[in-house]
Nanobody
Framework: QVRLVESGGGSVQAGGSLRLSCAAS????????MGWFRQAPGKERDGVAT???????????YYADSVKGRFTISQDYAKNTLYLQMNSLKPEDTAMYYC???????????????????WGQGTQVTVSS
């Protein structure tokens, strides 16, 4: 079974930084997608960033326009861990953050492709002004 466990959330002042981690296990595909999503209270779940792994290397990444230039998605393949480095945080970044994994589509790892994927339990990020 696929298991994803997020960590690293917390409270931070606007302009600060956090690094989220997602420990993955039970996923043995050579080519796969992983991603970070977030959901604020009363809002829909939105894709933040995704990463397409082919073999043991990053093939491509996706970032939502709202986080481009501030967030960086990466993986430590030896540790089977996904990261989201979040810099210059804004109050609008406040949300529950989830990691997920799915198989790549013909177009890589767009957020909509994670609908049938596996999800972690989430970690809360709160950014104060």
């Amino acid at each position: 079974q696929v298991r994803l466990v997020e960590s690293g959330g917390g409270s931070v002042q606007a302009g600060g930084s956090l690094r989220l981690s997602c420990a993955a296990s039970g996923y043995t595909y050579r080519s796969y997608c992983m991603g970070w999503f977030r959901q604020a209270p009363g809002k829909e779940r939105d894709g933040v960033a995704t990463i397409y792994t082919a073999g043991t290397a990053t093939y491509s990444t996706y970032y939502a326009d709202s986080v481009k230039g501030r967030f960086t998605i990466s993986q430590d393949y030896a540790k089977n861990t996904l990261y989201l480095q979040m810099n210059s945080l804004k109050p609008e970044d406040t949300a529950m953050y989830y990691c997920a994994t799915t198989l790549p589509s013909g177009s890589g790892c767009p957020p909509h492709g994670f609908s049938s994927g596996n999800w972690g339990q989430g970690t809360q990020v709160t950014v104060s002004s």
